[in-house]
């Protein structure tokens, strides 16, 4: 069954420090990928997508992330993180399949240090 | 352009009573989601309807009801609350064709069930 998992549930980073949160997917064929951030009490925003192509893949607020196919990865990153960056961190999967179903992982809490 | 909006934002229940959230779309999107949101679970899908006129059972289905209205209206019925219906839900739409998978979220309905 497919699956997707963020290994880290809380993460602390200093401000100005680079981040880098992990997602582990399982899925056969070639995966559509997501990140998605949400803040405290807010819905869930689309930082970036990966279909197929350039591996890099960028996003907004200077997210970017990298499908590895070995790995069965796709780990979000950012050189220099600000403060506003403290929020929730989804990672998703497409269902396989005609449906556009999303499989989430449990996510990933940043927490920014002064 | 609003996105997604979801009524209301917040709600009280007693256990037994029954309410329906609304949630519509100004994106012109075929498929359209209800999810929940609980501490260290992720999104867990409820139900969706893939375009107008069609609806599926997600993961977690029991005891709610949905009715997708017309294209831009998919609406989540409880029929009798229980206190383990107490979480954060959130609709969510997207295109549902190849390529156009994101799902753009709205602002989350925040149920409690005494």
């Known amino acids: 069954a497919q699956s997707v998992t963020q290994p880290d549930i809380h993460i602390t980073v200093s401000e100005g420090a680079s981040l880098e949160l992990r997602c582990n997917y399982s899925y056969g064929a070639t995966p559509y990928l997501f990140w998605y951030v949400q803040s405290p009490g807010q819905g869930l925003q689309l930082l970036l997508k990966?279909?197929?192509?350039?591996?890099l893949v960028q996003g907004i607020k200077g997210f970017e992330a990298e499908f590895k196919r070995s790995q069965s990865s796709f780990n979000l990153r950012k050189p220099s993180v600000h403060w506003s960056d403290a929020a929730e961190y989804f990672c998703?999967?497409?269902?396989?399949?005609?449906?556009?179903?999303?499989?989430f992982g449990k996510g990933t809490k940043l927490s920014v240090k002064p | 352009n609003a996105g997604v909006t979801q009524t209301p934002k917040f709600q009280v229940l007693k256990t037994g009573q029954s309410m329906t959230l609304q949630c519509a779309q100004d994106m012109n999107h075929n498929s359209m989601y209800w999810y929940r949101q609980d501490p260290g679970m992720g999104l867990r899908l409820i139900y969706y309807?893939?375009?107008?006129?069609?609806?599926d059972k997600g993961e977690v289905p029991n005891g709610y009801n949905v009715s997708r209205l017309n294209k831009r209206e998919f609406s989540l019925r409880l029929e009798s609350a229980a206190p383990s219906q107490t979480s954060v839900y959130f609709c969510?739409?997207?295109?549902?064709?190849?390529?156009?998978?994101?799902?753009?979220f709205g602002p989350g309905t925040r149920l409690t069930v005494t």
């Open positions: 990966y279909f197929s192509g350039d591996t």
């Open positions: 309807s893939a375009s107008e006129g069609t609806t």
């Open positions: 998703a999967v497409k269902r396989g399949g005609s449906q556009g179903n999303l499989i």
């Open positions: 969510a739409s997207s295109q549902g064709l190849a390529r156009t998978y994101e799902q753009y």
